[in-house]
């Protein structure tokens, strides 16, 4: 059974910083896809970021990018989000991700992902 359990957000002011982890069991080196998403209240769920576990490879929203560093502590199988730059706009509720399916491409969309974490709120205040 995968478990996706995360930890961190909470509340800043504009242009503070906060760090996401989303500690992942079990956690397949060869073929693994992890990514952030986030859901603001009366709206759709909105990639942020993924990174494919075996090389490493990452993507981001336009909305992120230079803001935002997904990575991936292997030792604690652990994926992590840090947030700088942050902006009242980016106050949502901040899901993990997983998939195990081999892809060419890393995934972007909610539908490509089988497994989620609890989420965590992240609000910035301006």
């Known amino acids: 059974q995968v478990q996706l359990v995360q930890s961190g957000g909470g509340s800043v002011q504009a242009g503070g910083s906060l760090r996401l982890s989303c500690a992942a069991s079990?956690?397949?080196?060869?073929?693994?896809?992890m990514g952030w998403f986030r859901q603001a209240p009366g709206k759709e769920r909105e990639w942020v970021a993924a990174v494919c576990i075996a090389d490493g490879r990452t993507n981001y929203a336009d909305s992120v990018k230079g803001r935002f560093t997904i990575s991936q502590d292997n030792a604690r199988n652990t994926l992590l989000l840090h947030m700088s730059s942050l902006k009242p706009e980016d106050t949502a509720m901040y899901y993990c991700?997983?998939?195990?399916?081999?892809?060419?491409?890393?995934?972007?969309?909610?539908?490509?992902?089988?497994?989620w974490g609890q989420g965590t709120q992240v609000t910035v205040s301006s």
């Open positions: 991700a997983a998939d195990f399916r081999a892809r060419r491409l890393i995934p972007t969309a909610p539908t490509d992902y089988n497994y």
């Open positions: 079990p956690y397949d080196y060869s073929n693994m896809y």
